[in-house]
């Protein structure tokens, strides 16, 4: 079965820093990575994904994660925090063999100070 | 595509009435998720389907809860009777057959059992 860690259920970056979200995750066979973000009153909307091509993905909205299978990890980041990046964030895994269903970490909150 | 759509998007009802949730996923789509959302349990996969066949039902908290896929752009989400502790956000999601393809979300209904 898998599983996703996400440390760290709430962080604050002011305006202009990087942000820095991490996410571990557990799994027997390679898996598929993603990166979610939800606005509040929303649903989830794909940030990016990891599907064993490159192992630095890049998203929307200028963020990238990148794929250590040392590590089994899969941090998202940004260099520059803007307002609008305030929302809720997601790291997911899924499996092939387990159909496409996702396995979501707990979220990290972000709050982005002026 | 308009995307996923559900309906409704807020549902208030009383403790011991039944509440049907529904969603039409994006045309083409073969995967058909539901999940519950919660602040104390984050993100919970329900049940999901694949060609409208059920595959896997294990995260469906009781026999109150039940999930239909009559034909591919349509399914519903039963609940009978409602209890208070059923109240969270309630999302269907689809994705395609080829693994690693992302989940595309719906609105989310917000329901709420008093």
């Known amino acids: 079965a898998q599983s996703v860690t996400q440390l760290g259920s709430h962080v604050s970056v002011s305006e202009g820093a990087l942000v820095l979200l991490r996410c571990n995750y557990s799994?027997?066979?390679?898996?598929?990575l993603f990166w979610y973000v939800q606005y509040p009153n929303q649903g989830l909307q794909l940030l990016l994904k990891?599907?064993?091509?490159?192992?630095l993905v890049k998203g929307i909205n200028g963020f990238e994660a990148e794929f250590k299978k040392s590590e089994t990890s899969f941090h998202l980041t940004k260099p520059s925090a803007h307002m609008s990046d305030a929302a809720e964030y997601f790291c997911?895994?899924?499996?092939?063999?387990?159909?496409?269903?996702?396995?979501f970490g707990g979220g990290t909150r972000v709050l982005v100070k002026p | 595509d308009a995307g996923v759509i559900q309906s409704p998007r807020h549902e208030v009802t009383e403790m011991g009435q039944e509440v049907t949730l529904r969603c039409k996923p994006i045309?083409?789509?073969?995967?058909l998720f539901w999940y519950r959302q919660t602040m104390m349990r984050g993100l919970e996969l329900l049940i999901y389907?694949?060609?409208?066949?059920?595959?896997?039902d294990s995260g469906m908290p009781e026999d109150r809860f039940s999930a239909k896929m009559p034909n591919a752009s349509f399914s519903t989400l039963k609940i009978q009777p409602s209890e208070p502790r059923d109240s969270a956000v309630y999302f269907c999601?689809?994705?395609?057959?080829?693994?690693?393809?992302?989940?595309?979300f719906g609105q989310g209904t917000r329901l709420t059992v008093v």
């Open positions: 999601a689809s994705s395609l057959t080829s693994g690693g393809t992302e989940a595309f």
């Open positions: 799994s027997s066979v390679p898996p598929y």
């Open positions: 990891y599907t064993s091509a490159a192992t």
């Open positions: 997911a895994v899924s499996l092939k063999a387990a159909g496409n269903k996702l396995t």
């Open positions: 045309s083409g789509h073969d995967y």
């Open positions: 389907f694949n060609n409208n066949v059920p595959i896997d």
